[in-house]
């Protein structure tokens, strides 16, 4: 599913349905993310998440191009760095990253 809004409505904490998250670095790890989480309640919903989707198959696309985007793969600090790639993997324990090819070309 693509928004925990909808996988509560739908599948209330079950962990059989898991989500994909379209756009998980539009504004680095704790950026608004194409509005996955919604802004007002964002750390319910990325609770929520955890809760559900860590280990589970969670993962996603990486999006520098939606909304008001400001991550940049070809960064090495957006990569590498304390706001980047692995301190999201270590806190959503994602199974997979859809990388776009464009975004490697930049």
Known sequence: MRYPVDHKALFPDNRN???HNDCIFDGGPDGNDGGTFPSNDRQ???DYTIKVAANNGYGGEGCDDAGDATYKWNNYDDLCGSNGLVPYIN???IA?????VA????
């Open 17 to 19: 349905v898991t989500l």
């Open 44 to 46: 319910i919903w990325i």
């Open 91 to 93: 806190k959503f324990k």
């Open 96 to 100: 997979y990253m859809n990388v776009r």
């Open 103 to 106: 975004d490697l070309d930049s």
